[in-house]
């Protein structure tokens, strides 16, 4: 069970939006992105292509799931200051490299999904396996390491060395998969303290619950019953097209702080309040979309918030010129 003194990510959301002094959430703006996601819906939520073409281990390799675990393990800080030179792998940038940088690490023979392997992995091997393609180098990589040794090591004392344990462990069941993750493997622990209250975000926690289940396509091994009580999940970039859409509205003052480029602490009242807005805001679209739905008797999917995220996620990337004005958020940290 998850500790009774700790809001879930949608009560953390809910009570951050009711309390958050920098940050308003405008319904003219939900209002609109709604209509913009409408027109993508047919007979479910179409997704944005974002051209990407990384080849991912198939639904039937043995090591499928341990792949989605070890990404997401390291899902966190891609981003980088204007004008400075990325990390790319293969010509993709942020999460996508990370990808194209663990594919080539399968092709090219290193057991990157075995904990057996990365549990002790060294500094010089992992800086080869996420060798760039230029001179600039994967964010906060030396915490990469520690939490492939911590995952690891998880992994082989408590699950058999492998994720799956925690899947059958979860039986079916989205939310206790999340509860698993969350008390058993400490970097995924997305916590701060709100208006002495303890929030949760759980962004990678509940973004690997939800790769999953999107990759097996709620079948499987990912086969949740439960998966509408997942929320988005809380990084810089989603906000940035909330407040593209002005879903989202932040005052001068933080405003400022996000042009000028300032780090904003993890765990810091605006920067939890940015994430806490975010999951609320998402929550409120689907509802929206929802009543639209229902309203206009489509025989339609209803997309959850994880859907949400994927697309909006997506439609950044596709449309990344167009946003570029929007400043996002900068924290360091290992926890989106």
């Not at 994967?138 to 995952?151: A, T």
């Not at 690997?208 to 009580?229: A, P, R």
């Amino acid at each position: 069970m998850f500790s009774e003194d700790v809001l879930t990510p949608a009560e953390s959301g809910e009570f951050i939006a009711n309390n958050a002094q920098h940050i308003k959430i405008d319904e003219k703006g939900i209002e609109k992105l709604c209509e913009e996601m409408l027109l993508s819906i047919k007979s479910k939520l179409e997704i944005p292509d974002t051209g990407a073409n990384i080849n991912y281990p198939g639904k039937e390799d043995p090591k499928a799931v341990d792949w989605i675990f070890v990404a997401d393990a390291l899902n966190f800080c891609f981003w980088s200051y204007a004008n400075t030179e990325k990390w790319t792998v293969d010509g993709h940038s942020g999460y996508y490299a990370l990808e194209a940088a663990l594919a080539r690490a399968l092709r090219e023979g290193y057991d990157i999904t075995n904990p057996h392997f990365y549990h002790k992995i060294s500094e010089e091997l992992l800086h080869t396996i996420l060798k760039g393609d230029n001179s600039a180098t994967i964010p906060l990589f030396k915490k990469r390491v520690s939490v492939l040794h911590e995952v690891g090591s998880i992994l082989i004392e408590k699950y058999d060395g492998t994720f799956a344990t925690c899947l059958k462990e979860a039986n079916k069941s989205a939310v206790k998969l999340l509860e698993i993750v969350v008390n058993n493997f400490p970097c995924f622990r997305d916590e701060a303290i709100y208006k002495n209250r303890r929030v949760s975000l759980y962004k990678r926690a509940q973004i690997l619950v939800s790769d999953i289940w999107n990759f097996f396509n709620g079948t499987g091994l990912g086969g949740f019953e439960d998966i509408d009580k997942i929320t988005m999940f809380a990084d810089y970039r989603i906000p940035q097209v909330l407040v593209y859409f002005k879903v989202l509205n932040y005052d001068h003052a933080l405003m400022k702080k996000l042009k000028d480029e300032e780090l904003l602490e993890s765990g810091s009242e605006e920067e939890v309040e940015i994430r806490g807005c975010s999951i609320h805001a998402i929550e409120l679209l689907k509802k929206k979309i929802e009543q639209k739905l229902v309203s206009s008797q489509q025989n339609v999917e209803m997309p959850n918030s994880s859907l949400i995220d994927y697309y909006l996620w997506c439609y950044r990337r596709k449309y990344a010129d167009e946003m570029e004005h929007i400043p996002f958020h900068k924290t360091l940290g290992i926890y989106y």
